[in-house]
């Protein structure tokens, strides 16, 4: 059978041509950036050095991309065109429906789709795991670092215990189908009903963690505005107990809040190995920024020691704990990859990057096409992550 | 010191035992269990067979019992033959005793692998044998030549070389194994055919470079950033330095500045930064050495947790445990004793 095809200058015209709501969605969101730029602080101070602009076209670019997928991408990611097994880069497909850019992989699937939807995943799961292991990695290395003693002692030694752990060994143990079933034989099923599994009473205490952390911030703060504590007390427990029914025991009420178990496992996962790190950051800044002079005041004033930690300290310790940030979505990325790449909770036939590249890396001798799209895909977002955060760290380290 | 070292084994035996508990605990869930069972007896095995074959075999018992076995402090028992009712040894391919005995890890006996149907320790030593071959030619790349890097970048900041070369550590660091992995293997295996894409020769042939170097480029690619960037901060710092200056200021040359006054100081961050390194090698070793056959530790490591073998497992976890703790102590150590102004208390 002959196959139309086109040439690699048509590919690449196509392709760019794909992405064109990401260009639009990009354009006017560097234009305003640029153009407010020194009004938007360190935000505005990255558009002042090329590293920084590049961080930041690469990150949007990806992050736009994931939010227009279905419109960008041409097939559906999951869709198999039987003659199309393992087609070169620009093969048309035989019923006219479209072209495969970057050719079918083993199971006749669209590369360039894949790696378009890939990118969903990843801004699905990074972004957020990174900033809740930050909300436990601040409400524990905050007490840590500022109480010292035996308090630091105990939170340091259970934040060591889980470093000592190898990376791939946790992952092997936690993100495992077999952890996921959920067990009815304990006090707690027989009370209430509702099966447990170790990533579910991870993330329970995980959003729970984050829910009591809101309460304290707005708590200390608002204590004396009686209509602001209120509102934001109210809110804060409504949301936390929308997203913990949703996210956790797969019964939101409105059905809009949902997620992968799979997802979760991972999410339970890379929260659990990352926020020791940002635990022992926070603690390091906490005990350099306790000794000011503004902290001295406060404690003078007589605020409460909540208050000092969260509305004193926490601010000051902003610009590393940012930088930190950048770098660690980066790496949470290569993790997720890892875990696509070992097939470890994520289904098979899920078109992460990580998974893709697993898949595609078996037949390298035959066909290399499949594999470099989600390879150079991971590389670029990492990669403007990783100039991002140095850029970061170059601004705020200006003043 | 010698307080302060004794208290560290103190925590890290406290360490060993919490991690070991855990991942005692994990691989003991009832899934993981019937995971092992279906493994070592038929696929298609009815409930009542697993659970005759997990009582038979000693996976009933209570968990701190179980534990206490593997630690050394509780006997072992054989197990009953059903048809005979006569002891016959658990694992008669380990040459395990067919009465009960003290077989932990405090007599230095790992257990046996259910997978690999040999020894723990036999298995192991050999798979660390391997693996250390490969980080010893890692390292013996990444070492100087992200030194390297980082010194030329550090020496004059803000400089063309500098910006160059932070861009490219950057970028080494953005590549993980399993990337640089496929690049490297698209290009030189495919493309150019001057390497190997399989390491598997490695194993028993021994180490050429034809089939070596693609593992080590892979590992040694995302460390060498890191280490670069490492490098390059603590060398900028110095080079800011009063000292410095003065030497600048007595007339001696840049080069001779560089090498004998800032290198010393230079070089004492990087040193803790690379110890610290070895247990993120661990990852890598374990996607490199599947990614490329090799059978070293992070490919026995796979293959156990693929398989739920519960004593090889936990040996690999020990194991990782030890290097990890181990590092750590070392840097610290080596901290104090390369910078005079630390003490340890």
């Given at each position: 059978m002959q196959f139309d095809t086109i040439g690699w200058f048509a590919i690449s015209v196509d392709v760019l041509g794909r992405f064109w709501p990401?260009?639009?969605?990009?354009?006017?969101?560097?234009?305003?950036?640029?153009?407010?730029?020194?009004?938007?602080?360190?935000?505005?101070?990255?558009?002042?050095?090329?590293?920084?602009?590049?961080?930041?076209?690469?990150?949007?670019?990806?992050?736009?991309?994931?939010?227009?997928?279905?419109?960008?991408?041409?097939?559906?990611?999951?869709?198999?065109?039987?003659?199309?097994?393992?087609?070169?880069?620009?093969?048309?497909?035989?019923?006219?429906?479209?072209?495969?850019?970057?050719?079918?992989?083993?199971?006749?699937?669209?590369?360039?789709?894949?790696?378009?939807?890939?990118?969903?995943?990843?801004?699905?799961?990074?972004?957020?795991?990174?900033?809740?292991?930050?909300?436990?990695?601040?409400?524990?290395?905050?007490?840590?670092?500022?109480?010292?003693?035996?308090?630091?002692?105990?939170?340091?030694?259970?934040?060591?215990?889980?470093?000592?752990?190898?990376?791939?060994?946790?992952?092997?143990?936690?993100?495992?189908?077999?952890?996921?079933?959920?067990?009815?034989?304990?006090?707690?099923?027989?009370?209430?009903?509702?099966?447990?599994?170790?990533?579910?009473?991870?993330?329970?205490?995980?959003?729970?963690?984050?829910?009591?952390?809101?309460?304290?911030?707005?708590?200390?703060?608002?204590?004396?505005?009686?209509?602001?504590?209120?509102?934001?007390?109210?809110?804060?427990?409504?949301?936390?107990?929308?997203?913990?029914?949703?996210?956790?025991?797969?019964?939101?009420?409105?059905?809009?809040?949902?997620?992968?178990?799979?997802?979760?496992?991972?999410?339970?996962?890379?929260?659990?190995?990352?926020?020791?790190?940002?635990?022992?950051?926070?603690?390091?800044?906490?005990?350099?920024?306790?000794?000011?002079?503004?902290?001295?005041?406060?404690?003078?004033?007589?605020?409460?020691?909540?208050?000092?930690?969260?509305?004193?300290?926490?601010?000051?310790?902003?610009?590393?704990?940012?930088?930190?940030?950048?770098?660690?979505?980066?790496?949470?990325?290569?993790?997720?990859?890892?875990?696509?790449?070992?097939?470890?909770?994520?289904?098979?036939?899920?078109?992460?990057?990580?998974?893709?590249?697993?898949?595609?890396?078996?037949?390298?001798?035959?066909?290399?096409?499949?594999?470099?799209?989600?390879?150079?895909?991971?590389?670029?977002?990492?990669?403007?992550?990783?100039?991002?955060?140095?850029?970061?760290?170059?601004?705020?380290?200006?003043? | 010191m010698l307080s302060f070292v004794l208290r560290r084994f103190g925590v890290m035996t406290l360490t060993m035992l919490s991690l070991t508990v855990i991942v005692f605990y994990m691989v003991n869930l009832e899934p993981n269990l019937r995971k092992l069972a279906l493994n070592q007896i038929e696929m298609r095995s009815s409930d009542e067979q697993i659970e005759s074959w997990l009582a038979r075999e000693g996976y009933r018992q209570n968990f701190f019992v179980r534990y206490g076995q593997w630690l050394g402090v509780v006997q072992k028992q054989p197990t009953l033959d059903p048809a005979t009712g006569k002891a016959v040894p658990r694992f008669s391919y380990c040459g395990e005793p067919a009465e009960p005995f003290y077989g932990g890890i405090l007599q230095g006996d790992f257990g046996c692998s259910t997978k690999f149907r040999t020894a723990v320790s036999a298995k192991l030593f050999s798979a660390l044998v391997a693996t250390g071959k490969l980080m010893f030619w890692v390292m013996a790349t990444v070492v100087p030549i992200s030194l390297l890097i980082g010194i030329l970048a550090g020496m004059r900041e803000g400089s063309r070389t500098d910006r160059t070369l932070s861009v490219i550590s950057i970028a080494t660091t953005a590549t993980p194994e399993y990337v640089s992995g496929v690049i490297f293997t698209v290009i030189f295996a495919s493309w150019l055919g001057w390497l190997n894409g399989s390491a598997a020769s490695a194993t028993a042939q021994g180490l050429t470079f034809y089939n070596f170097s693609l593992p080590v480029m892979t590992m040694a690619i995302y460390d060498i950033g890191y280490i670069a960037r490492m490098t390059r901060a603590s060398m900028v710092e110095v080079m800011t330095q009063q000292y410095i200056r003065t030497a600048r200021l007595k007339g001696l040359s840049f080069s001779h500045v560089v090498i004998k006054h800032a290198l010393r100081n230079a070089l004492i961050t990087p040193f803790t930064v690379i110890m610290l390194q070895v247990p993120w090698l661990l990852t890598g070793v374990v996607i490199v050495e599947t990614m490329f056959r090799y059978q070293g530790f992070g490919f026995t490591l796979n293959e156990a947790a693929g398989n739920n073998d519960i004593d090889l497992l936990l040996g690999c976890s020990l194991v990782s445990v030890v290097v990890v703790l181990v590092t750590q102590l070392i840097s610290d150590i080596g901290y104090a004793y390369l910078n005079p102004r630390i003490r340890v208390q």
């Open positions: 990401v260009w639009i969605a990009m354009a006017i969101c560097l234009a305003l950036s640029f153009g407010f730029r020194n009004k938007l602080g360190l935000y505005g101070d990255l558009f002042k050095i090329g590293v920084g602009v590049a961080g930041v076209v690469i990150c949007l670019f990806w992050l736009f991309t994931a939010v227009f997928a279905p419109i960008i991408a041409p097939f559906d990611p999951l869709n198999q065109v039987a003659a199309m097994k393992d087609a070169l880069p620009g093969t048309a497909v035989p019923d006219g429906s479209g072209i495969y850019y970057f050719g079918g992989d083993m199971l006749a699937r669209d590369v360039f789709s894949r790696m378009v939807y890939g990118s969903r995943i990843v801004m699905l799961i990074a972004p957020f795991a990174t900033a809740f292991s930050l909300i436990v990695g601040i409400g524990l290395g905050l007490p840590a670092g500022y109480y010292g003693g035996r308090v630091d002692s105990v939170l340091c030694f259970l934040a060591n215990l889980v470093l000592a752990f190898p990376v791939i060994l946790m992952l092997y143990l936690l993100v495992t189908p077999e952890i996921r079933q959920l067990s009815f034989d304990n006090w707690f099923s027989e009370a209430t009903g509702i099966g447990v599994s170790i990533p579910r009473s991870l993330a329970a205490l995980i959003f729970l963690f984050t829910t009591i952390f809101f309460l304290t911030l707005f708590s200390t703060r608002f204590k004396d505005r009686r209509d602001r504590y209120y509102l934001l007390i109210g809110l804060t427990i409504l949301i936390g107990c929308w997203i913990n029914a949703g996210l956790v025991f797969d019964a939101d009420p409105l059905g809009i809040v949902h997620i992968d178990p799979n997802q979760l496992n991972i999410f339970v996962a890379v929260v659990l190995g990352s926020s020791p790190g940002l635990f022992r950051i926070v603690r390091g800044l906490t005990m350099d920024i306790k000794t000011r002079d503004y902290v001295a005041a406060a404690q003078t004033r007589g605020e409460s020691v909540w208050y000092i930690m969260l509305w004193e300290v926490l601010p000051n310790a902003r610009g590393p704990l940012i930088v930190d940030a950048c770098l660690r979505v980066g790496y949470t990325t290569i993790l997720l990859g890892t875990l696509g790449y070992f097939g470890l909770g994520v289904p098979p036939e899920s078109p992460d990057w990580g998974t893709a590249i697993k898949d595609a890396s078996r037949l390298l001798r035959a066909y290399i096409h499949p594999a470099l799209p989600p390879a150079l895909a991971l590389l670029s977002f990492v990669l403007g992550l990783n100039l991002l955060a140095d850029a970061l760290r170059e601004q705020s380290m200006k003043d | -």
